[in-house]
């Protein structure tokens, strides 16, 4: 199993839901992690928001991975969003998101960590036109995570 597969279970694959912005996707993702792993949600949001300033985490051809270091995360926490309509992430291609993986780390976490493996990972997966067809086509969470994961 790949680094993806490690951190993302299928309970963390949520499809098509309704978010308008990228203020209430990090809002829905800080619930989400609230009740499935406890994390505070609205700390959750400040962490995404903040490194969302330094740059945009969109990646172009509709992905993005918002990712960022939080006091209260011990172990690698993942989530994919896939959004019902994509909406503006301030892609460098402008075009708007509907891929979301949402990726936080340990505020301890070293630049040699496994972290930077698994944005590696995640961008050579979103790079293939293939798989960004398929996962917006995924019909079930398992369908997503194996694609994520192959």
């Not at 992905?63 to 172990?75: F, N, Q």
């Not at 630049?111 to 067809?133: C, P, S, W, Y």
């Amino acid at each position: 199993m790949n680094l993806i597969g490690s951190i993302l279970p299928v309970s963390h694959i949520v499809l098509n839901i309704e978010i308008s912005s990228k203020k209430r996707l990090f809002e829905q993702v800080g619930s989400l992690l609230e009740t499935w792993v406890g994390l505070p949600g609205s700390s959750v949001f400040d962490c995404l928001f903040a490194r969302e300033k330094l740059g945009s985490t969109g990646l172009g051809y509709g992905v993005a991975i918002p990712h960022g270091r939080h006091p209260d995360v011990h172990e690698i926490t993942a989530l994919f969003i896939r959004t019902k309509e994509p909406i503006d992430f301030d892609a460098p291609d402008n075009k708007p998101v509907s891929l979301f993986f949402v990726l936080l780390v340990p505020e301890t976490a070293t630049a040699a960590g496994n972290h930077l493996e698994i944005l590696q990972q995640l961008a050579e997966r979103f790079n293939d036109k293939t798989v960004r067809d398929a996962l917006i086509q995924a019909c079930t969470p398992e369908e997503v995570r194996r694609l994520l994961t192959e």
